[in-house]
């Protein structure tokens, strides 16, 4: 989608490595989601930010979103080879109708491991 | 507990096809998505169920393109007549969302790849 910008678009780290990829919106966000898709498969949920300036982390992995709810942040510390794929934000921009609520995601970093 | 349910995984067939896409929702989850997927244009929407009833069909693509909840927890994906520019991933996901109550995320099917020859 070109309304959420990802970067980089690829990643390539040797194993053990910290790095970061960007979701970046021109719009303020209502939320923030983070998913991992693997090649052939579907998208995993990995975290759901909603509050500016709010960061959360599961094992290795921390996304921050920024006070001004434009940008978030995925940093990946000691990367692991399992840590590959692409990794994808989808941005809730409060539209909704009844209670369901409409996701337009990123196109993507897809990150590669070397062990 | 099982997640959400895709069927088939893969489909090839000729141009002009029927095709037919199915979804099961998890247990309890009351919105329903249908996404397509390609290198092109990334994931995209098409549409989304709430209860099921459609709220917003903007994206599908054009008439070929149907979508139905014929109950709570299944949802089907038509295209008829196929096309070659139809081929892509095929996704849903579902969640559980009540008015008013914190918004949950979307889980997503492993996909359908669709390749119309």
């Known amino acids: 989608s070109q309304e959420l910008e990802q970067s980089p678009q690829s990643l390539i780290v040797q194993e053990g490595k910290n790095l970061t990829i960007n979701c970046t919106s021109s719009k303020t966000l209502y939320g923030l989601y983070w998913y991992k898709q693997k090649y052939g498969e579907g998208l995993i949920f990995l975290m759901m930010l909603q509050k500016g300036g709010e960061e959360k982390s599961h094992e290795k992995i921390t996304a921050k979103l920024d006070e001004k709810k434009q940008q978030s942040s995925l940093h990946i510390t000691a990367s692991h080879p399992s840590h590959a794929g692409t990794y994808l934000c989808g941005a809730d921009r409060g539209r909704s109708s009844g209670s369901a609520r409409q996701l337009t995601f990123g196109s993507g970093t897809q990150l590669t491991v070397l062990p | 507990d099982a997640g959400v349910i895709q069927s088939p995984r893969h489909e090839v067939t000729e141009m002009g096809q029927e095709v037919t896409l199915r979804c099961k929702l998890i247990s309890g989850h009351n919105s329903l998505f249908w996404y397509r997927q390609t290198m092109m244009r990334g994931l995209e929407l098409l549409i989304y169920?709430?209860?099921?009833?459609?709220?917003?069909d903007s994206g599908m693509p054009e008439d070929r393109f149907s979508a139905k909840m014929p109950n709570a927890s299944f949802s089907t994906l038509k295209i008829q007549p196929s096309e070659p520019r139809d081929s892509a991933v095929y996704f849903c996901?579902?969640?559980?969302?009540?008015?008013?109550?914190?918004?949950?995320?979307?889980?997503f099917g492993d996909g359908t790849r669709l390749s119309i020859l």
């Open positions: 169920f709430n209860n099921n009833v459609p709220i917003d």
């Open positions: 996901a579902s969640s559980f969302n009540i008015q008013g109550a914190r918004y949950q995320p979307q889980h």
